[in-house]
């Protein structure tokens, strides 16, 4: 696995990133639908200089079909309290159009409740935000989708995974009955699988590197939170095979069992951030 992984290191760098465009890419204008993300760093599209650090919305492409776009907007250190004060919501709202797709998917930073800036409560603030974003969804004639937030890389000393969200999954499940929005469970489907990987194999998901594997890690890195690009196309797959609100789902790509990391590329800077 080491050998293949340092093979995919070399491959993929540059260009943009296919399927995916900011918003102010005029190839927005036109009936085509749209997939929007509102979300964080565990979503977020990743530049040259992160490679091989991927989001599953950088994903999110390689399982739909070529008419469907994506536009993904998920901010690295964003909760749903910060995306929405930083004017990234509106930014959304201003080009969402009916027939559109917002999934929203927070939870990471929200659980920062001691900084001010990001920090939510579940069972209060975090359900205010994230109504925010159904709400202004659905003035648009969009269709909101909730996320729950990808779990991350946790095991016991015998090799058990445990949660690691609190109340905030349960918070976000609960509001998507209320508002009768469909509903993601990536919490649940993503600590099946890490479950079923183990502590080992997960690593090949996760931003896992040896020192002197990457140029962009020489030291190499240990981040039990975030993906490479093998990790980040399966929480992509994830996502799409159960979010049924998402247009133009590709159900051959969502069949095959492998996808390289090299459908994948990084453009030089950060969509979400130009």
Known sequence: MQIQRRTLLRAGVGGTIAGALTLADPALAGPRPTVFVAGDSTAATYAVADHPRAGWGQALHVFLHRHVRVVNEALSGASSKSFADLGRLDRIL???????????SFGHNDEKTTDPARGTLPWTTFQDYLRLYLDGARAAKARPVLVTPVERRRFTADGTPYLSHGEYPDSMRALAEETRTPLVDLTALSFERWGALGPEATKDEFLWLDAGESPNYPDGVQDNTH????????????????????PGRNGRALRRTSIPDDVLTWPATRPAES
Do not use: K
């Open 94 to 104: 201003a080009a969402i159009r009916p027939g559109d797709v917002l999934l929203v």
């Open 227 to 246: 993906f490479q690009a093998h990790g980040a196309i399966e929480v992509a797959r994830l996502v799409v095979a159960h979010g049924r609100a998402i």
